[in-house]
């Protein structure tokens, strides 16, 4: 059976060609798919029969199966996924006043072996299909619209207004499933989100972001961690690759694209790692030529990461150092802590993970 998810709108026409029905047919059923959230054939009422005969007798709408479904005091909403051999992604949602973002995953787990993430000490298992990618939210919607609490939201709106890549993995290394998925997100016959509504986060991948930026511009943050190469290769190793003054370089290059006209840049609060009142200094210098916003997280901790959160009262002063700079400076709001759903703590649990090895053969380098 095909995966009908895995399909955008050129490759389902040619899918249907290929068994007589005609082209205007896979509009429609993308409609359902996606804007209804229909999963059973014989329920688009108004598709053809011969033609619902055909997609049940070769095709389904096959989603990650849910492990485990976790509603946060909060309203944030946790997902354990089982993408087959006890493979374990996460996605979460985070309602806010005015949007709702889905955190979607792209990777069984990650390569790239930041110190302070639990993904990265997992190891890496395997890329995620596109469909696995746009699964998540095609199962989210179908869930979150049946979730009595949120009827109190304007339904006629999207009850996930924004998507960002932030979950389990590093979304350039998967690129050409990442890029297929979120062309989905923009298409308005599958979700049509805006290109800014969509943000991708990269721990620094840049001929990667390079390709990004004319493939598919979305909103781009950058996880930065650290003002400087030396702790930066400490902190996130693929630094060594590709130091800081590339990446520099790469941000601006990614601007004259981006649907926003700043960069994000994620940095994440580990007491006297990366937070001293000097190294909120040696960061303004860093990014001085780059329009640019900072979202500081504070550290989530996991058994034994080594690591602790810096203290709130240091992280409210090394927001006030960029801020006097001049630089839009926000503190993550840590969500759905009770249920283990904040960033770095994604419990996703990575089988049979692939040897990990220093040496990472990148797509599109
Ligand atoms: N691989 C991508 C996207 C996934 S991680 C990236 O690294 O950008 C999403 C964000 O969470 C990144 O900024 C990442 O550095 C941060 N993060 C990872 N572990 C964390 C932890 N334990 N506490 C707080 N943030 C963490
Ligand atoms: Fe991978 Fe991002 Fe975690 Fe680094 S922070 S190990 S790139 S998921």
Request: net charge neutral; hydrophobic share 35%; with cysteine.
């Amino acid at each position: 059976m095909d995966n009908l998810l895995e399909y955008n709108l050129e490759e389902l026409t040619e899918y249907i060609k290929k068994f007589g029905h005609k082209p205007y047919r896979a509009k429609q059923l993308l409609r359902w798919i996606y804007h209804f959230n229909e999963d059973h054939f014989e329920l688009m009422t108004d598709v053809a029969k011969s033609f619902q005969d055909t997609l049940k007798n070769n095709a389904k709408i096959v989603t990650p199966e849910i492990n485990f479904d976790h509603l946060s005091s909060d309203g944030t909403r946790k997902w354990l996924l089982d993408v087959g051999g006890k493979n374990g992604i996460e996605t979460v949602f985070i309602p806010e006043e005015d949007r709702g973002t889905l955190c979607i995953s792209s990777q069984v787990g990650c390569a790239l072996e930041c110190t302070f993430c639990s993904t990265g000490r997992q190891g890496f298992n395997r890329n995620l299909t596109s469909g696995e990618i746009i699964g998540q939210l095609w199962l989210a919607n179908k869930l979150l619209r049946n979730q009595e609490n949120y009827n109190h939201l304007d339904l006629q709106k999207r009850v996930i207004s924004n998507v960002v890549m932030m979950g389990m993995g590093e979304p350039l290394t998967n690129y050409d499933n990442v890029v297929h998925s979120l062309e989905m997100m923009l298409d308005d016959h599958v979700y049509g989100l805006s290109r800014r509504k969509v943000t991708l986060s990269t721990s620094g991948l840049v001929s990667a972001m390079d390709k990004l930026k004319k493939d598919c511009p979305v909103a781009l943050a950058v996880s930065l961690h650290a003002p400087n190469d030396n702790l930066r290769d400490e902190l996130v190793p693929i630094n060594k690759k590709y130091p800081l003054k590339e990446l520099i370089s790469g941000c601006l290059r990614y601007i004259e694209f981006a649907p926003r006209d700043f960069i994000t840049f994620e940095y994440v609060m580990l007491k006297n790692v990366n937070d001293s009142l000097d190294q909120a200094k040696e960061l303004i210098k860093l990014v001085k030529n780059v329009p640019c916003k900072f979202n500081l997280i504070p550290f989530n901790s996991f058994p034994n990461s080594g690591y602790e959160c810096s203290d709130k009262n240091m992280i409210n002063r090394f927001k006030e150092v960029l801020m006097d700079a001049g630089i839009i400076t926000t503190i993550r709001k840590t969500r759905g802590e009770d249920i283990d759903a904040a960033c770095g703590q994604l419990a996703g649990k990575v089988q049979d993970k692939k040897r990990r090895s220093r040496k990472i053969t990148f797509v599109h380098q």
